[in-house]
């Protein structure tokens, strides 16, 4: 499976921004898609998650309320909706998949995108 994600740029605070993650191959409609992120001098940190079927979601507690994770399994696609953007919320922002049904847990992702770059100002 390879992943390509796409959608970051330069918001302001209170903004909104849509990513989207495009797969290829067959398996992508069997994995568990997440979407991590990484600002910098941190570690990369979970953000959101969704099981194969799009029928059960995660969210990393700041995340809650303000971002939604879908996916299109016709399309190959999964989409990060992100409303209500702050400042601590920039960050490289990388989607990957897992053949697992742990959701948060990153060792669990073995596809990754080459990430893209949300950039929130204040």
């Known amino acids: 499976v390879q992943l390509q994600a796409s959608g970051g740029g330069l918001v302001q605070a209170g903004g909104s921004l849509r990513l989207s993650c495009a797969a290829s191959g067959r398996t992508f409609r069997s994995y568990t898609m997440g979407w991590f992120r990484q600002a910098p001098g941190k570690e990369r940190e979970f953000v959101a998650a969704?099981?194969?079927?799009?029928?059960?979601?995660v969210y990393a507690d700041d995340v809650k309320g303000r971002f939604t994770i879908s996916r299109d399994n016709a399309r190959n696609t999964i989409n990060l909706q992100m409303n209500s953007l702050k400042p601590e919320d920039t960050a490289v922002y990388y989607c990957?998949?897992?053949?697992?049904?742990?959701?948060?847990?990153?060792?669990?992702?073995?596809?990754w995108g080459q990430g893209t770059q949300v950039t929130v100002s204040s």
């Open positions: 990957a998949g897992s053949p697992s049904g742990n959701f948060s847990l990153e060792s669990s992702y073995i596809y």
């Open positions: 969704i099981s194969w079927s799009g029928g059960s979601t």
